[in-house]
């Protein structure tokens, strides 16, 4: 990757992680229980990472930083949930229906796990 690349993707990843973050401070305060911002901020992140797929993949033509200031900037920033759920979803398309069910478990369970141990070893440590 040029330094142009580098580029895209900084710009890309601080405008999605600024946008995560204003939809955190107008919706998270509502329901601590369900943080609708960061609810928001994955189903978005995951409905326009389908967007984007589909249409890079259609256009094959275009430089290639316009798809990392999309996808890995600006979906990136915003949330990774959605290079998950593109992942996931590209399994079930191709009919790969043990490898995303393998990577849903992996992917939430691993993630949760990891978040409880991570809390473990800080209270730990603390």
């Not at 949930?81 to 393998?102: C, H, M, R």
């Amino acid at each position: 990757m040029g330094p142009l690349g580098f580029v895209a993707v900084g710009v890309g990843a601080a405008a999605g992680a600024w946008l995560r973050w204003g939809f955190a401070v107008l919706w998270n305060a509502i329901n601590p229980a369900l943080p609708y911002g960061t609810l928001a901020a994955n189903l978005l992140g995951g409905y326009l990472v389908g967007l984007a797929v589909g249409f890079f993949d259609t256009h094959a033509g275009l430089p290639p930083e316009w798809r990392l200031l999309a996808i890995t900037g600006f979906l990136g920033g915003l949330t990774t949930f959605s290079t998950f759920s593109s992942e996931v979803v590209a399994n079930l398309i191709a009919g790969d229906y043990g490898w995303a069910g393998l990577h849903l478990l992996l992917h939430l369970g691993g993630s949760l796990l990891l978040t409880a141990f991570g809390l473990w070893t800080y209270r730990l440590l603390a």
